[in-house]
């Protein structure tokens, strides 16, 4: 009886997080197209319902679909939204959370190479409308928006710092067009920086004063976290490990130096190694297949571990966190990447240390950019109240 018991909790547990990752996926919904959506039944789906609306992790409230009565459903967030903004070459990802920290609502939407700021920023604008819209939520529920961006940042001016990276992005305003809009607080950073402040407040890092990120995906990026506090140095170029120069005679990089670690474990260089046995291919594609077993696809993922392994050993001497957390697209190939990266670290640290530095993935390697932004969002407008 007991297991039967323990059945039946656990299966009532897999279709509560069904239904919540689908409000979650798609916005509002019906309890009929709830049902549609997960395959579980009207009934089951209404008393499901009931039950997290009693927990408070769900709302309803009546509505009409094709001029018969419903029951819209969504979830419940505590008042007051911040928005989180993650801009990259290939991606626009939108990620809204409540002030208890809740995930609200997220949204990836693809970007053509080579997207120009106007175009972006208006493609956000209308992304974010629609997906306040869909959750029942109010423009002026949002206390602020934060706009993480795969390229260094300057803390002064608040731009992309170098360019090439992005682009076509160096030196456009990014923050006025959500401030003009809004009128709440806008906040900007790299992505690196973002996912560290995600991982350090919500994720594995939390209760760690001293780490450091490695964002690995298009290129690579660090964010530092050293006592407790994110470290960007003067300028905000802090942790750029991708523009450090592995290969005197190396590729000219996108920031303009030669040889950068960029120029050997970024998206183009990495793809690049396949064309000839695996044809036209993007990162995702590359991570997925050596996933599945793929021996060439991961034999580039484990070279470009040790790649960055060796680099973030020279940051670890000089910075000595407690632990490196591994995000980032490239880390999502899971001990493909985690095993050889650790290696390489710990190959090139002092060997005879009191505590070796622990390697953990992120809890969030993917969405830690708009969750990271928008939570100093909220911590800047918390600030100005």
Not at 169 to 190: L, M, T
Request: contains cysteine.
């Amino acid at each position: 009886m007991a297991r039967l018991f323990g059945s039946q909790s656990s299966l009532r547990e897999a279709n509560c997080a069904s239904i919540l990752d689908c409000i979650h996926r798609c916005g509002a919904m019906t309890q009929i197209e709830l049902a549609e959506s997960t395959g579980l039944s009207t009934a089951t789906i209404s008393t499901l319902v009931r039950q997290l609306v009693a927990a408070n992790r769900l709302t309803t409230q009546g509505t009409v679909r094709n001029g018969r009565r419903a029951t819209l459903v969504a979830l419940s967030h505590q008042k007051g939204l911040t928005v989180g903004l993650h801009i990259s070459r290939h991606n626009l990802l939108l990620s809204i959370l409540d002030t208890s920290q809740q995930i609200v609502a997220e949204h990836n939407l693809p970007l053509a190479r080579g997207h120009k700021t106007d175009t972006t920023l208006g493609r956000a604008m209308v992304l974010l409308n629609e997906t306040l819209n869909n959750i029942g939520a109010r423009a002026e529920e949002v206390l602020g928006i934060g706009v993480a961006v795969s390229a260094p940042v300057d803390r002064i001016s608040h731009t992309i710092a170098l360019p090439g990276i992005l682009p076509g992005w160096e030196g456009n305003d990014i923050i006025g067009p959500f401030s003009e809009a809004f009128h709440v607080p806008v906040v900007i950073d790299n992505d690196a920086n973002a996912s560290a402040e995600c991982e350090r407040t919500m994720g594995s890092a939390q209760g760690k004063t001293d780490f450091v990120y490695v964002n690995a995906g298009e290129g690579v990026g660090s964010g530092i976290v050293i006592n407790g506090c994110l470290h960007r140095g003067v300028t905000g170029l802090a942790g750029e490990i991708g523009h450090i120069q592995v290969d005197p005679l190396g590729s000219i990089c996108t920031c303009g130096n030669r040889g950068c670690l960029d120029t050997l474990v970024g998206e183009d260089s990495l793809v690049s190694l396949l064309s000839v046995t695996h044809g036209n291919m993007t990162l995702a594609d590359l991570v997925e297949k050596a996933t599945k077993g793929d021996p060439g696809c991961r034999k580039v993922i484990s070279d470009a571990a040790i790649r960055i392994g060796d680099v973030c050993a020279d940051l670890c001497i000089s910075v000595d966190p407690e632990v490196v957390v591994l995000g980032g697209m490239l880390s999502e190939a899971g001990d493909d990447f985690r095993k050889p990266f650790s290696q390489a670290l710990q190959r090139l640290l002092f060997p005879f240390v009191v505590k070796p530095i622990q390697v953990i993935p992120a809890r969030y390697p993917m969405d830690g950019p708009s969750l990271g932004i928008a939570l100093m969002a909220l911590r800047k407008a918390e600030n100005r109240q």
